[in-house]
């Protein structure tokens, strides 16, 4: 119900925006030298997330969490390119990661054999792809002849497929002649697919004649997590069994490139 909300009040105060801008005099732009760019810009971009929440619900053992990054493309459309307000959307293709971990296994726990060391392995797996949808209002101010400093404030609709990720870590135990899996991890994404989410950042465009380059660093917070779900640590020798609980928001910081090309001279 609130994320219903949240969308429609969005939508209705972009379009109240969009609205208010044609009104301002839409032939008179405040950057002329823009003026010759496309609306239309491409996308490519990185991201760093949010460490995951842990939370362990029984035992001792636990993991190190490691940074996640994901990459995403898409395309934007910039309504008032050459204004110092406007309002900006578009699509955005994102690989959603799910678990970047460093998992450890005692030597007294697979082994009784003194010659043996801790067992260290790295645990990594995407979710899915996501689509998003961002709606951002943007304030354009001009530093010199070609470079402006751009402010971006809004929100975005994400479309996240919903589905399970399961996993597990085998050990070789030599003594009993057998291998067990000693690690386990079940998460989901969410079961409703939409969600809600805001966006806020800064960025560089620089124009450079024959296509305006744009550098953008934006900061997204989900009201939905991106994978939520359990983990196991079991079928060892000494340790009792671990369990707990584990959620990524899918907050992150974003670092973008976009380009826009001239348009066709009528």
Not at 21 to 34: A, I, K
Not at 58 to 78: A, H, M, Q, R
Not at 185 to 213: C, H, N, W
Request: net charge negative.
């Amino acid at each position: 119900m609130g994320t219903n909300i949240f969308h429609k009040t969005m939508a209705g105060t972009a379009l109240a925006i969009v609205f208010s801008l044609v009104v301002r005099g839409q032939h008179y732009p405040d950057y002329p030298s823009l003026s010759k760019y496309s609306h239309w810009s491409v996308m490519l971009g990185g991201s760093l997330y949010s460490p995951a929440t842990l939370n362990l619900t029984e035992g001792t053992y636990v993991f190190k969490n490691k940074p996640l990054t994901s990459g995403n493309i898409g395309i934007e459309y910039d309504f008032f390119v050459d204004r110092k307000w406007s309002v900006v959307t578009g699509v955005h293709a994102t690989w959603e990661p799910a678990v970047n971990m460093e998992i450890f296994v005692k030597r007294e726990d697979y082994s009784t054999n003194h010659e043996s060391i801790d067992i260290v392995f790295p645990f990594k797996q995407n979710a899915t792809y996501s689509l998003s949808i961002p709606l951002l209002g943007r304030y354009n101010w001009q530093l010199n002849e070609r470079v402006f400093l751009s402010f971006y404030g809004g929100g975005r609709m994400r479309f996240l497929p919903s589905g399970i990720i399961s996993s597990g870590y085998l050990v070789r135990f030599e003594e009993l002649n057998e291998s067990r899996e000693v690690f386990a991890m079940r998460l989901e994404t969410p079961e409703q697919v939409y969600s809600g989410g805001l966006i806020a950042g800064s960025g560089v465009s620089y124009d450079l004649d024959k296509f305006l380059l744009k550098c953008n660093v934006l900061y997204v917070m989900n009201f939905q997590n991106t994978v939520e779900g359990e983990y196991l640590f079991d079928n060892v020798y000494e340790t009792p069994r671990s369990r707990g609980e584990y959620a990524l928001s899918g907050n992150h910081l974003s670092l973008q490139f976009l380009i826009s090309f001239k348009q066709n001279e009528k």
